[in-house]
């Protein structure tokens, strides 16, 4: 008895630290991740809910999900043979080098990237519907390089992830890029190779697209706001960008939002919403007294007029930086900050989408949330999608043609600025609440704690995407998702011997 | 493991008030910037910058409350298995259960502010188990250093 009862002693500590440590290590071994690896074995398939949901995988309906099949044995086509019709000619054509190498913001120098010498690098302008052919040479970028056209839904080989759509371009190596422009917009350039330093050590640049018919504005300047290690910058530079313009003129201002989180915009004066993420807002109406959000990764299109009666108009990007429209050498007041926003959700009037998102074929969940767990073998208290951690995150598969609707959810406790790669999305609603005014469409879309959206979009442009937190922190710490059509393979792999970091 | 047990209980201790400390500096570092025209907002928090050195504060603060905390409750906690004290366990596991929620407040308080304030109240608790758990094992060490003595006195 009293043996048994020492032994018990003796046991027992070691049977409770047992029952605590092995669970724990079980779960630090299945967060590692190979060495190699395809965005096509992550995770797991999710068909969503719907008709088009009940004809994949199998020809069963409802909800599935399930790991990933023998990808070799179903697929047809590779992302590679997405490109634009080769024997079209090049209108625009772009050379860019990019470089890794001491910058100079605000007098000081700082450690980063440029394109062509410079951060952030040339604008990259075109015409709607011209064909724009982009040779990238890496001079001495040391990680490699992939060059995302944000915004733009180009064909997928073109998107520039590296490990999904490319290999990295390692060093002294090239890559060309060739797409049609075939939305008139404001979009940006940026690396998708180890993007979270790359991106934000100035890897990027502006990329315009004017419509067909031209724009009204008889003046535009493009604002690229930057945060080069804590310094705020507008096109690299720490001062206002001053933009000469007539009393009167009509001034088109696009905004590009280059940083990990929300920012705010306001006018000292009142403007209009021309557009949000390349697409025009359908009859915008005059703003006063209310901020725009734009969330990492977005554009937005702000007409001021320069007054008749003062010298200029100032457009504050945040707190910190502004464009100052008017007089050469005039200025005006910094405008206090405006405590209400413009709510996009009723902003412009409505118009036809082009498609019934009423009846969608599929739907699926996005839901972001925050748990403790092991994400990479390191522990931590890491973001989820769906309740779980990465590399358990959802591929959802789409067929071309789907009508898509999606539920995103947020109660991480932080905000997230979700991109979808290759789509724009339009929002149904918000928290619930239907959208009632231009359609809203976007394709980084600022997700606050708390928050709830219903989007919806057309599954038209074939391949394998990215669907992600644009704060690159946060898709570095795994909140990356993917979205592929059915049949569809990448010859790429995440690290392997090109060593593809696409965060 | 009751040296052990002690120096970690008075570790989470000390650490909980590390973890006060490091946040008013980092607050008071954040209103003088502030003062001096700086503008510390989403898009500075997330450059990986330093704009004014109490910010380090936060990183601290982010660090110890997320890894280093929790580790030391849990190492704590497998230790007070093996003190062989009467109701070591229990303020070991009341420790972790506090260290846990802790987290959870704090991480509550990014979408709810007023969490915050439950997050502060929460640690002058933890403190204060903390604290007690170290001290009743020093008590209970010291009898049990008595008792063989007692037990040597008495005639075979």
């Keep these: 008895m009293t043996a048994n009862s020492g032994r018990l002693k003796v046991v027992l500590p070691i049977l409770a630290t047992v029952a605590i440590v092995a669970p724990l290590a079980w779960l630090w071994q299945a967060s590692r991740v190979p060495s190699m690896y395809s965005v096509m074995d992550m995770g797991y398939l999710d068909y969503g809910v719907g008709a088009g949901a009940g004809t994949s995988g199998g020809g069963h309906g409802g909800h599935m999900q399930g790991s990933m099949p023998d990808h070799d044995s179903v697929s047809q086509r590779l992302v590679t043979d ?366 606050l704690a708390g928050e709830t959206y219903d989007i919806a979009f057309v599954a038209n442009n074939p391949g394998i995407w990215m669907d992600h937190c644009h704060n690159l922190k946060h898709a570095a710490q795994g909140m990356v998702a993917h979205l592929m059509y059915e049949g569809f393979d990448t010859p790429y792999r995440i690290a392997g011997t090109a060593d593809n970091q696409p965060e | 493991m009751r040296t052990a047990y002690k120096a970690l209980a008075y570790l989470v201790a000390a650490e909980v008030a590390v973890q006060a400390m490091v946040m008013v500096w980092a607050i008071a570092g954040l209103g003088k910037w502030v003062d001096g025209g700086g503008v510390f907002d989403k898009s500075v928090i997330e450059s990986q910058a330093t704009p004014f050195p109490e910010v380090a504060g936060i990183i601290v603060h982010g660090i110890n409350g997320t890894f280093v905390v929790p580790g030391i409750a849990l190492v704590l906690l497998i230790v007070s298995f093996f003190t062989k004290v009467r109701g070591a366990i229990k303020w070991a596991v009341l420790v972790f259960v506090l260290v846990v929620a802790q987290g959870q407040i704090g991480f509550l308080g990014h979408e709810f502010p007023l969490a915050g304030a439950l997050h502060g109240l929460n640690a002058l608790a933890l403190f204060g188990v903390a604290l007690y758990a170290a001290r009743r094992l020093r008590a209970a060490t010291a009898v049990r250093v008595e008792q063989p003595e007692a037990r040597t006195a008495t005639p075979v």
Aim: net charge neutral; glycine share 12%.
């Design chain 1, 82 to 447: 997405m490109v634009a019709d080769p024997a079209r000619p090049t209108d625009v054509r772009v050379d860019l080098v990019t470089r890794q190498q001491m910058l100079t913001v605000g007098g000081r120098s700082i450690a980063g990237f440029s394109v062509n010498g410079a951060s952030p690098g040339p604008e990259i302008r075109a015409r709607q519907g011209q064909l724009i052919e982009v040779h990238l040479r890496n001079e001495s970028v040391a990680d490699g390089v992939a060059l995302h056209w944000h915004g733009l839904d180009v064909p997928n080989a073109m998107d520039g992830v590296a490990g999904v759509t490319q290999d990295a371009v390692p060093l002294g190596s090239e890559f060309t890029y060739r797409f049609v422009a075939d939305q008139a917009g404001t979009y940006w350039y940026h690396s998708h190779q180890v993007s979270n330093p790359q991106v934000a050590g100035g890897l990027l640049g502006s990329l315009v697209v004017t419509p067909r018919s031209g724009i009204a504005q008889p003046v535009e300047v493009s604002a690229i706001a930057h945060t080069y290690s804590g310094l705020r910058t507008i096109n690299g530079k720490t001062e206002d960008l001053r933009v000469p313009a007539q009393p009167g003129q009509r001034v088109r201002v696009r905004v590009t939002n280059t940083d990990n989180g929300p920012m705010k915009i306001w006018s000292g004066g009142s403007y209009r919403l021309l557009a949000v993420d390349g697409t025009e807002v359908h009859r915008p109406t005059e703003v006063s007294g209310r901020s725009v959000t734009l969330t990492a990764g977005a554009r937005a299109d702000l007409e001021v007029t320069v007054p008749d009666g003062g010298p200029a108009v100032r457009v504050q990007l945040s707190k910190a930086t502004a464009v100052v429209v008017g007089a050469l050498g005039g200025d005006a007041p910094v405008p206090p900050q405006p405590a209400a926003e413009l709510d996009l959700l009723n902003y412009g009037s409505p118009a036809p989408l082009g498609f019934d998102p009423v009846h969608p074929t599929r739907r699926f969940e996005y839901r972001i949330g925050r748990r403790p767990g092991f994400v990479k073998g390191r522990p931590g208290v890491w973001w989820s999608i769906n309740g779980r951690l990465f590399p358990q995150v959802p591929m959802y598969v789409v067929r071309e043609g789907d009508v898509v609707a999606m539920h995103i959810a947020n109660h991480s406790g932080e905000v997230h600025p979700m991109h979808l790669h290759g789509h724009h999305v339009v929002v149904l609603a918000r928290n619930g609440v239907a959208a009632t005014g231009s359609p809203w469409w976007v394709d980084s879309l600022n997700v």
